[in-house]
């Protein structure tokens, strides 16, 4: 079975056990974040745990549906 993924603003599909494989990755990953001080100029890094699990979209598609998609292919353009 596939499955659609959402990262930013476009959709991948990747097989199911991807998409649980890379999920896991990614929630052990932690923030990094660099910041200016406007008015020192002084840069500092942070990095830290986040709390808050990564916000992310999966739909469950057929092989059917996944099939008919590759028929398809690139939406074209008007």
């Avoid at 476009?10 to 056990?17: F, I, S, W």
């Avoid at 057929?62 to 008919?68: E, G, I, K, L, V």
């Amino acid at each position: 079975m596939k499955a659609i993924f959402k990262v930013g603003w476009r959709d991948y599909v990747l097989d199911v056990e991807e998409v649980t494989s890379m999920l896991d990755i990614l929630m052990k990953a932690e923030r990094y974040e660099k910041y200016r001080d406007r008015d020192t100029e002084v840069v500092t890094h942070h990095i830290w745990r986040d709390a808050e699990m990564m916000e992310h979209d999966l739909t469950l598609i057929s092989d059917d549906c996944y099939r008919a998609g590759k028929l398809v292919g690139k939406r074209e353009e008007s």
